[in-house]
């Protein structure tokens, strides 16, 4: 089992930066590919990034490749995203994730555990 929170979202003007965090609970937290999810309103989450046990794999959506970056920290139990180049349309709450397989992935359906979400709002 593992539980997480995020942190950080916030009001952020276009071309601007924020960076996500998500601290895990647990001491399998290494073990876990964690992923990034957004979701806006009235529309299904959809996947942002994922990264895998050591760090070394990452994904990217199409939208955000060159703008964000996921990282860990397995010794913080916490993973971030850097959202660089903000754009109206980022603005959603988003959900970190963490997947048992440690294996990168982009369904949410791969994933057991959400935080609650953080809202980001990218507007002047």
């Known amino acids: 089992q593992v539980q997480l929170v995020e942190s950080g979202g916030g009001l952020v003007q276009p071309g601007g930066s924020l960076r996500l965090s998500c601290a895990a609970s647990g001491r399998t937290f290494s073990s876990y590919a964690m992923g990034w999810f957004r979701q806006h309103p009235g529309k299904e989450r959809e996947f942002v990034a994922t990264?895998?046990?050591?760090?070394?794999?990452?994904f990217y959506a199409g939208s955000v490749k060159g703008r964000f970056t996921i990282s860990r920290d397995n010794n913080k139990n916490t993973v971030y995203l850097q959202m660089n180049s903000l754009k109206p349309e980022d603005t959603a709450v988003y959900y970190c994730a963490a997947r048992e397989i440690g294996v990168i992935n982009t369904s949410p359906h791969e994933y057991g555990y959400w935080g609650q979400g953080t809202q980001v709002t990218v507007s002047s």
């Open positions: 990264i895998g046990t050591s760090g070394g794999s990452t």
